[in-house]
T-cell receptor, first 113, second 116 residues
Framework: GDSVTQMEGPVTLSEEAFLTINCTYTATGYPSLFWYVQYPGEGLQLLLKATKADDKGSNKGFEATYRKETTSFHLEKGSVQVSDSAVYFCALRVLPNAGKSTFGDGTTLTVKP | DADVTQTPRNRITKTGKRIMLECSQTKGHDRMYWYRQDPGLGLRLIYYSFDVKDINKGEISDGYSVSRQAQAKFSLSLESAIPNQTALYFC???????????????FGEGSRLTVL
């Protein structure tokens, strides 16, 4: 079956540090890949996505590149801010089996001033 | 106002009680989902519905039931709650759109359920 493996947390960084959260996947078809972010007390919201190999998703200074050869979709940001503190989820969805999105376990990021 | 609204946001109940969590959306999406979030386990799909007449089990449907009352409403029921159903529950929607489902999910703010 489909699965997503995320870098274990929690991750604690100082403001302006470089962030990488690793994500690898296995899928029975050709997936679309997503990063969702969950701020404290809120639901998940889409951060970025990529739908085919070598696509780069980007938003709010975050980037991730769909690497089919390594089945990876690592999240990066060059300079984190305190406001980036949240839980980050990597997810995949294989269409046309669109009923099910598979999520990683989530990585908690804390950024200290 | 939120596009996907869940009620109640917090609920404490006792073992054996019947509980209903409600979800309504103003996004006009046909597809709706219920997920459960447990610490360190990510999100797991309970049920999903692609339209009013369509209900499908997810990976952890045992102990749960759902009702799709209208395009905008999708409720989750626990007929007889047990402590290991203590979790954070999320409703989500997606849009098949003219070009097909992009895969993006739109989430409510969550309903925290505690079963004593």
């Amino acid at each position: 079956g489909d699965s997503v493996t995320q870098m274990e947390g929690p991750v604690t960084l100082s403001e302006e540090a470089f962030l990488t959260i690793n994500c690898t996947y296995t899928a029975t078809g050709y997936p679309s890949l997503f990063w969702y972010v969950q701020y404290p007390g809120e639901g998940l919201q889409l951060l970025l996505k990529a739908t085919k190999a070598d696509d780069k998703g980007s938003n709010k200074g975050f980037e991730a590149t769909y690497r089919k050869e390594t089945t990876s979709f690592h999240l990066e940001k060059g300079s984190v801010q305190v406001s980036d503190s949240a839980v980050y989820f990597c997810a995949l969805r294989v269409l046309p089996n669109a009923g099910k999105s598979t999520f990683g376990d989530g990585t908690t990021l804390t950024v200290k001033p | 106002d939120a596009d996907v609204t869940q009620t109640p946001r917090n609920r404490i109940t006792k073992t054996g009680k019947r509980i209903m969590l409600e979800c309504s959306q103003t996004k006009g999406h046909d597809r709706m989902y219920w997920y459960r979030q447990d610490p360190g386990l990510g999100l797991r799909l309970i049920y999903y519905s692609f339209d009013v007449k369509d209900i499908n089990k997810g990976e952890i449907s045992d102990g749960y039931s759902v009702s799709r009352q209208a395009q905008a409403k999708f409720s989750l029921s626990l007929e007889s709650a047990i402590p290991n159903q203590t979790a954070l529950y999320f409703c989500a929607t997606s849009d098949p759109g003219l070009a097909g489902d992009t895969g993006e999910l739109f989430f409510g703010e969550g309903s925290r359920l505690t079963v004593l």
